[in-house]
């Protein structure tokens, strides 16, 4: 498929892919939202410039959010919700907090920020903020062409979808784009069990 022929499956990284996850599987995933699996892998294969989610226990989980971007010479920025920010970029972090706490309307800029297609952004800035998990619930009951099955994103809250925003279609090319991209790469890593089992939801 000429999609995948511009993906680079030798990707090179200063981040060690595999040691990554495997400490943020063991140490920060139960500490997160199940759907925080799909961000953190976005962002280790480079697919994803600055991860926004959550933790539990604001008190208590930031010493290994502190300790594993640490060994991984990650940027961080938790806030006062609990809300956390990962990026190589601090930079980066600093705008996307910005956004995120903007006052004025934000989804557009905090989309872009965060790696999410443009025409995505644009259709979550369209809909409003309040409407996006409406918006969302709807597209997951649409019908995905074969091609496109892999941008539904119903099965991002169990942590095992291709994409980590919501699509503005069904037939968005954009988002066919990362997907096919998430996918390649775990299939060049197919070795490694946790992301075998995740190529079964294709």
């Known amino acids: 498929m000429k999609l995948l022929d511009e993906v680079d499956l030798n990707y090179d990284s200063k981040v060690n892919v595999l040691a990554a996850y495997k400490s943020f599987d063991s140490s920060l995933h139960p500490l ?3 759907s925080a699996n799909v961000d953190i892998i976005q962002f280790l294969f480079g697919l994803k410039p600055c ?20 060994q991984n010479n990650f940027y961080w920025y938790i806030d ?28 557009e800029s ?9 025409c995505c952004c644009k259709k979550v800035a369209e809909i409003g ?7 969302e619930a709807n597209l997951c ?26 699509p503005c279609s069904n037939s968005c090319f954009n988002s ?9 790469l775990l299939s060049h890593y197919s070795y490694y069990q946790p992301f075998r089992v995740w190529l079964d939801e294709i």
């Open 129 to 135: 903020e309040e409407n996006i998990d409406l918006f």
């Open 32 to 34: 997160m939202p199940i």
């Open 110 to 118: 905090l989309g872009k920020l965060l790696g999410y297609p443009e």
């Open 141 to 166: 009951k649409e019908e995905f062409s074969p091609s496109y099955k892999i941008t539904n994103p119903k099965n991002y809250k169990y942590g095992k979808a291709f994409i980590s925003h919501v």
């Open 51 to 70: 991860v926004r989610t959550r933790i539990q226990d604001f008190q208590q989980d930031i010493l290994p959010v502190k300790r594993w971007c640490h």
């Open 176 to 184: 066919l784009l990362l997907a096919l991209r998430l996918s390649a």
């Open 80 to 107: 006062l919700e609990g809300f956390v920010y990962i990026s190589m970029s601090q930079k980066l972090i600093q705008q996307t907090v910005q956004a995120d706490h903007s006052s004025e309307k934000h989804e």
